[in-house]
């Protein structure tokens, strides 16, 4: 079993840059791939972007492509969704969840979550 916290967001103004971060204790997190998921009030929490294990690969929602990086430093047992351009539709809670398969998009293929952290972009 795998622990998630996820920490770094906050309220931002459209074009800026926000970092994210997903700590993991209990089993060692270099095991997992590691996705990120959005949700806003009244929607289905939605994909984002993920990080295989190793070797650690990158896939992306569509929208997200070119604006949003993933990436996860092992050592520090941690993974990071950096957030670029950052526009009003981006606001949401931003949970990362972890999985044993690979390029896994949906959320039930998740097993273990964070507590979500909110992200507000103010036009």
């Known amino acids: 079993q795998v622990q998630l916290v996820e920490s770094g967001g906050g309220l931002v103004q459209v074009g800026d840059s926000l970092r994210l971060s997903c700590a993991g204790s209990g089993r060692t997190l270099a095991m997992y791939t590691v996705g990120w998921f959005r949700q806003v009030p009244g929607k289905e929490r939605d994909f984002v972007g993920g990080?295989?294990?190793?070797?650690?690969?990158?896939f992306y929602k569509d929208s997200v492509r070119g604006r949003f990086s993933v990436s996860r430093d092992n050592a520090k047992k941690t993974v990071y969704l950096q957030m670029d351009n950052l526009k009003p539709e981006d606001t949401a809670v931003y949970y990362c969840?972890?999985?044993?398969?690979?390029?896994?998009?949906?959320?039930?293929?998740?097993?273990?979550w964070g507590q979500g952290t909110q992200v507000t972009v103010s036009s």
């Open positions: 990080i295989t294990s190793s070797p650690p690969n990158l």
């Open positions: 969840a972890a999985t044993s398969g690979y390029y896994r998009t949906s959320v039930e293929a998740y097993d273990f």
